[in-house]
């Protein structure tokens, strides 16, 4: 057995280690506490939103539900107002339409959309925009309307006339 060689792994995996914990840097004598090697960057805090489902099928004259999931990022911290685009005669709501993320944190809004009974059949696409300050980001649902035409009194049944003879 080759013992050179299993200390080196050790070494190795102790080395992973350290640099998915930013702690190599220390090890070496780089960015130390207490002393700068120039300028650090730090991620900016933002934002994230997307909703689920993304992709819904609906009737003419129905709704459709989404939910809207916030995340803050980097320490996000900030109240993020949603809106969203509709279709021509579509209309919807959010609950609540407006959020305050707190730093790391997530939270969520419902979206309910009216398909409207003049809508025909085909895809077509609300954009929903989560707002804070400046910044802003935005998510799509894509509303799939399938033609169904139902008729609350049918003109014809398949159902047997009274007195008929079933033959088997």
Same mark, same amino acid.
């Given at each position: 057995?080759?013992?050179?060689?299993?200390?080196?792994?050790?070494?190795?995996?102790?080395?992973?280690?350290?640099?998915?914990?930013?702690?190599? *840097?220390?090890?070496?004598?780089?960015?130390? +506490?207490? %002393?700068?090697? =120039?300028?650090?960057?730090? *991620?900016? &805090?933002?934002? #994230?939103?997307?909703?689920?489902?993304? #992709? @819904? #099928?609906?009737? &003419?004259?129905? @709704?459709?539900?989404? !939910?809207?999931?916030?995340?803050?990022?980097?320490?996000?911290?900030? !109240?993020?107002?949603?809106?969203?685009?509709?279709?021509?005669?579509?209309?919807?709501?959010?609950?609540? +339409? /407006? %959020?305050?993320?707190?730093?790391?944190?997530?939270?969520?809004?419902?979206?309910?959309?009216?398909? +409207?009974? /003049?809508?025909?059949? =085909?895809? #077509?696409?609300?954009?929903? !925009?989560? !707002?804070?300050?400046?910044?802003?980001?935005? &998510?799509?649902?894509?509303?799939?309307?399938?033609?169904?035409?139902?008729?609350?009194?049918?003109?014809?049944?398949?159902? *047997? @006339?009274?007195? &008929?003879?079933?033959? @088997?």
């Amino acid at each position: 057995m080759n013992k050179t060689r299993y200390k080196n792994c050790t070494i190795i995996l102790v080395l992973l280690c350290l640099s998915s914990m930013a702690l190599l *840097p220390m090890v070496f004598g780089e960015n130390t +506490p207490g %002393t700068s090697t =120039g300028p650090t960057q730090t *991620p900016n &805090a933002d934002f #994230y939103l997307y909703n689920t489902p993304s #992709y @819904q #099928y609906a009737l &003419a004259n129905s @709704q459709v539900s989404s !939910t809207i999931k916030l995340y803050s990022l980097n320490s996000f911290t900030g !109240t993020v107002s949603l809106t969203a685009t509709y279709p021509t005669g579509w209309s919807g709501s959010f609950t609540p +339409p /407006s %959020t305050n993320l707190k730093a790391n944190s997530a939270s969520s809004s419902a979206l309910s959309v009216t398909v +409207p009974s /003049s809508a025909t059949a =085909g895809k #077509y696409t609300v954009t929903v !925009t989560g !707002t804070s300050g400046s910044t802003t980001h935005s &998510a799509t649902v894509t509303v799939q309307v399938i033609s169904a035409t139902l008729s609350p009194n049918p003109t014809t049944t398949n159902r *047997p @006339q009274a007195g &008929a003879t079933i033959n @088997q």
